[in-house]
């Protein structure tokens, strides 16, 4: 046992607080023996105070101003003793100038919130309306770190095994139709847990789940009374606290254990979680915006500014996080080894992740020091990372982001190619074949792992709506439609919105079904929106960001609506699940690597070896040769007509010895338009097939 | 805050009132002497109005020290409310909670 540090004593007292100098790091606030370490880092400032809090109150208990010898560098840090941990609230005042035309915006009326706070307070409960009156709104607090995490560690599930679920932690079980005890929280989708490994997912991503503020701009809509809110919280207050709100303990603070126990019960049942991380922009947004750290603390080195002192806006939101000053290189690496290594995350989204790329004048970059960092990182290696390959200053990087060898992008180019090509547009077939390959054009040197492959997201139509609805319908937004992409790429089957036609209906649940189907064939990483398995709608608004209400929300009783699309998108994960011959690291070579006498991959159309790639064609086929799957695998044929007609499709042989039986087939009505292994039907005739009018068909090679 | 007395060879420790980061430290010194050397112990909640992430560590660390030794802990009484937040935060997994005194007494072995 060792002894107590014998540096361990206050040495000063102010106001009955003991305190002495403190360590430089780490950053923030530490629970250290008998008391509490806070670090603070400010380039620019002339002097610090340490403000001190009882939980919720609005006077200050004490305001320790930092004695001069208690700076390092331009490290503030000082040690108080005797602090009750669960009751603190702390903030800083700081001295500096106020100079904006020469970046700095220093007001030592203003209490600051700690970047690096493992908690921020004042948003604990999720809706609750704040007192506007407060003078300050977001207070740093203490976190406990000894959560007891077992046997626990990220799952490191290789990443072309990986079917990921894109999930907002209230839209999840918000709704009162999710029967869960605690709706809207981590522990909420706890509950659903079994439900989750049921439709097959492995991986979960959460939409933004750092502190933000829900209010932010918070409006009532004109005409129906109704509040709007920042409802996906692509906002960041705090990047080290774990959205309060979100939590059904947050009013107690246990956020912190609420969403662990979350992350620690997914990884029991096989799912990894990912985050959806903002570096791109603070909530602090430009000139107008409020004052609650970073402006404050040391704005010259946190935002990317203008020659004469204005915020750049590449983000959209107002400001620029100044990702690549060393500073708040560090800042960010410090806050994602954080989340792998406190909260056992699997792996992080970058919103926007091109502004991460661009130098501290908004240009881009050819090797940015952040992207590098992160892509090297001990901590980080074997976390995924996956980049939103654009910003809003118009920078393009789908296929071109700085990957070193390591990053994974959302494959924009995946989603609006599949979207043409499944609504009937015609010229788009020879892209359709490189898309499901993994997308060789724009990751040739990385692998199909690099390509998240999706063709809904939470921005844009859920898939419902993306065949029942032509145009945008965001009035709901109250920004008279003019939010939210207009280049939709969508098609409503005939009828605008919700129908009672039979044959419209009809024709909308097999286009989701060939959606999810050529999604789970495709070499990349397939990621579902939620609700899409079971045909959730957003009535036509393809902008859903601030809608905590029936818009945003997963109502699950569509579940029993549509039993049959639920029952098709588990079966076809299950699908891709047990055939390694759709998962790949590598790209197919187009020719025999293992002497069984087909190629990797062999392109058909309606005639076998024949694929139409001419500017008419609607139709695409492909076989799989399950001899070149990394483990023994059958082959896989893939019948693709987007024609308004049924066309016969001559095969190509199953090979082996063996023959075709039908998987899938989506003009069929369930149960038969998908099959378990065991139940598959052979085709009668193994030489060729009808495919359905816009449908697709799926074929397994096995012994008869 | 914590009053002991012992029903044949089981230990009940009875607590009350708030256990948070103030009273944690204070209920741990007066729970310790009681618990040495005992292998069987009720923790009876019944009057614990809220306990707080503090409180919620004390328990567990209390826990883990007993059961080291190879004693066996129940916990009685748990209002719906705290089972729902120790629900929350992943603690109820580690704990054999029972309604009542007696039928932890019975899962013991004991016989009142």
Same mark, same amino acid.
């Given at each position: 046992m060792m002894e107590p540090r014998i540096d361990y004593y206050p040495t000063h007292e102010y106001q009955g607080f003991k305190f002495r100098r403190g360590h430089t790091l780490p950053f923030g606030a530490t629970v250290v023996p008998s008391g509490v370490n806070f670090s603070l880092f400010s380039s620019a400032a002339t002097g610090c105070t340490l403000v001190l809090f009882r939980?919720?109150?609005? &006077?200050?208990?004490v305001e320790i101003e930092f004695p001069?010898?208690?700076?390092i560098g331009d490290v503030y840090s000082m040690i108080v003793f005797d602090l009750d941990v669960e009751e603190l609230e702390y903030g800083y005042r700081m001295d500096g100038p106020w100079n904006p035309s020469a970046g700095h915006r220093f007001d030592r009326t203003k209490v600051l919130c700690d970047p690096y706070a493992r908690v921020v307070g004042g *948003?604990?409960?999720?809706?609750? &309306?704040?007192?506007?009156?407060?003078?300050?709104?977001h207070r740093g607090r203490l976190a406990f770190?000894?959560?007891?995490? &077992? !046997?626990?560690?990220?799952?490191?599930?290789?990443?072309?095994?990986l079917v990921i679920y894109e999930t907002h932690v209230r839209g999840f #079980?918000?709704?009162?139709?999710?029967?869960?005890? /605690?709706?809207?929280t981590y522990a909420g989708i706890r509950e659903k847990i079994p439900y989750l490994k049921e439709l097959g997912v492995n991986c979960i991503e959460l939409l933004?789940?750092?502190?933000?503020?829900? +209010?932010?701009n918070s409006r009532k !809509?004109?005409?129906?009374g109704e509040w709007l809110l920042n409802?996906?919280?692509?906002?960041?207050?705090?990047?080290?606290?774990?959205?309060?709100?979100?939590?059904?303990?947050g009013r107690f603070g246990m956020q912190v254990d609420e969403l662990k126990t979350l992350i620690k019960e997914l990884h029991q049942a096989g799912i990894e979680v990912m985050l959806d991380v903002?570096?791109?922009?603070?909530?602090?947004?430009?000139?107008?915006?409020?004052?609650?750290s970073y402006r404050g603390l040391d704005n010259k080195t946190y935002y990317i500014l203008t020659p004469d002192g204005w915020y750049y806006n590449f983000s959209g939101c107002g400001n620029t996080l100044n990702c690549n000053h060393p500073v708040v290189r560090n800042m960010v690496l410090d806050c994602l080894r954080y989340w792998a290594?406190?909260?056992?995350?699997d792996g992080f989204r970058f919103d926007l992740?091109?502004?991460? $790329?661009?130098?501290?004048?908004g240009a881009p970059l050819s090797n940015p020091p952040l992207l590098e960092s992160l892509a090297y990182d001990p901590v980080l290696s074997k976390c995924k990372l996956i980049a939103e390959?654009?910003?809003? $200053?118009?920078?393009?990087?789908? $296929?071109?982001?700085?990957?070193?060898?390591?990053w994974a992008e959302w494959n924009g180019k995946y989603r609006d190619s599949t979207r043409k090509f499944l609504k009937g547009d015609t010229g788009h077939v020879g892209e359709i074949a490189t898309r499901i390959q993994g997308s060789p054009d724009l990751y040739y040197y990385r692998g199909p792992t690099a390509s998240v492959n999706?063709?809904?997201?939470?921005?844009?139509?859920?898939l419902r709506d993306l065949f029942s609805?032509?145009?945008?319908?965001?009035?709901a937004n109250g920004e008279n439609n003019n939010?939210?992409?207009?280049?939709? &790429?969508? +098609?409503?089957c005939g009828w605008e919105?919700?129908? #009672?036609?039979p044959a419209v209906n009809h024709m909308r649940a097999q286009m989701m079904k060939n959606a999810i189907c050529l999604l789970m064939v495709s070499r990349g990483i397939p990621m579902l929106l939620m609700g899409d398995e079971f045909g959730? #709608?957003?009535?036509?608004?393809?902008?859903?960001?601030?809608?905590?209400?029936e818009l945003g929300w997963?109502? +699950? /009783?569509l579940a029993q609506d549509n039993p049959e699309l639920l029952r098709f998108t588990r079966e076809m994960v299950r699908f891709r699940h047990q055939h390694?011959?759709? *998962?790949?690291k590598s790209f197919f070579e187009? *020719?025999?690597?293992?002497?069984?006498?087909?190629?990797?991959i062999s392109f058909h159309g309606t005639?076998?070896? +024949?694929?139409?790639?001419?500017?008419?064609s609607r139709c695409l086929a492909f076989r799989l040769d399950g /001899?070149?799957?990394?483990s023994p695998d059958s082959s896989i044929y893939v019948a693709m007509n987007m024609y308004w007609d049924g066309l016969p499709y001559q095969l190509p042989p199953a090979g082996d010895g063996k023959s075709w039986k039908i998987a899938?087939? #989506?003009?069929?009505p369930s149960p038969h338009d998908i099959y378990s292994t065991s139940e598959a039907p052979f085709l009668q005739d193994q030489s060729s097939a009808i495919v359905g009018p816009r449908s697709m068909m799926v074929l397994v090679a096995d012994s008869q | 805050m914590v009053s002991v007395n012992k029903q044949g060879n089981v230990t009940v420790i009875e607590l009350e009132g708030s256990i948070d980061g103030k009273t944690a430290p204070q209920v741990r010194d007066e729970m310790r002497p009681a618990l040495e050397g005992c292998t069987e112990a009720i923790l009876d909640m019944?009057?614990?109005g809220y306990l707080s992430s503090a409180g919620l560590r004390l328990l567990l660390l209390v826990y883990r020290e007993f059961t080291a030794r190879k004693g066996k802990l129940m916990l009685v009484g748990v209002s719906p409310d705290i089972q729902a937040v120790m629900s929350h935060t992943g603690f109820l997994n580690f704990f054999t909670l029972k309604d009542t005194q007696a039928q932890a007494m019975e899962a013991l072995g004991q016989t009142q």
């Open positions: 939980k919720h109150e609005e &006077e200050p208990m001069q010898e208690f700076r *948003r604990d409960i999720w809706r609750e &309306e704040p007192d506007w009156e407060k003078r300050q709104h770190n000894d959560f007891d995490w &077992e !046997h626990d560690r990220p799952l490191e599930i290789p990443t072309e095994d #079980t918000a709704h009162p139709s999710s029967g869960v005890s /605690a709706p809207g933004p789940i750092f502190e933000f503020d829900e +209010w932010e !809509h004109p005409d129906t409802y996906w919280g692509y906002s960041t207050l705090g990047f080290f606290a774990p959205k309060a709100g979100f939590a059904a303990t903002v570096f791109n922009h603070t909530a602090e947004g430009d000139h107008r915006g409020p004052v609650i290594a406190e909260y056992h995350v992740a091109s502004i991460l $790329g661009r130098d501290q004048n390959a654009w910003d809003a $200053g118009g920078l393009y990087q789908v $296929g071109s982001f700085p990957a070193y060898g390591r999706f063709i809904t997201c939470h921005d844009g139509f859920t609805y032509n145009y945008k319908h965001n009035e939010d939210g992409s207009n280049d939709n &790429e969508s +098609w409503n919105g919700e129908s #009672t036609d959730r #709608t957003q009535h036509g608004n393809n902008n859903a960001y601030c809608h905590d209400d997963m109502d +699950w /009783a390694p011959v759709l *998962r790949s187009h *020719r025999d690597r293992v002497g069984s006498g087909y190629p990797d005639q076998a070896y +024949w694929p139409d790639f001419s500017p008419g /001899a070149h799957a990394g899938v087939n #989506t003009s069929m | 019944t009057k614990v």
